[in-house]
């Protein structure tokens, strides 16, 4: 399994996963190590691969999510849900909850400033911004 789908997921790599969404069947890559492939997989092929994830996985019978594409994120609203969230045990701060409209706009911003320099027009409030951000960050909190 190692061999085809990489590393599995280590302890503390899920602790702001809740609930924990683990499963007894791998028929992909384990997605914790997506963070630390941004040199193959950068903001601009996930973009891409959501699109359409034949254009960039030929034969891929993943589904596309265009979607991701028309919904926008309520920067905002997060706070609560990461209030939320900690009280049920995600540790975040009561720092990481009041900077938290704030640091996603600004994290949002360098994507869609990077797939600019790609020809790919975004804005920030989108869906597949947040996206990318999330899969760009997994595998690299926890040195391995």
């Known amino acids: 399994e190692t061999e085809r789908y990489g590393q599995f997921s280590k ?6 996963d809740h609930p924990f969404l683990w499963g007894s069947k791998r028929t992909g890559p384990d997605l914790m190590r997506e963070g630390t ?11 891409s691969h959501m699109l359409n994830t034949q254009s960039t996985s030929a034969g891929s019978i993943m589904p596309n999510y265009p979607w991701l594409f028309e919904n926008q994120v309520d920067f905002e609203g997060t706070k609560a849900k990461l209030q939320a969230m900690r009280t049920l045990g995600v540790p975040y701060t009561l720092q990481d909850i ?10 949002a911003d360098k994507i869609v400033e990077d797939l600019k320099k ?8 989108q869906e597949i911004i947040a996206l990318i951000a999330y899969l760009q960050r997994l595998g690299t909190d926890i040195e391995k």
């Open 11 to 16: 302890s503390g790599e899920f602790v702001y």
């Open 37 to 47: 492939l941004k040199l193959k997989r950068g903001n601009n092929w996930h973009y």
């Open 118 to 125: 790609e020809g790919l027009e975004a804005k920030s409030d």
């Open 98 to 107: 009041e900077n938290s409209a704030s640091n996603m706009k600004a994290q």
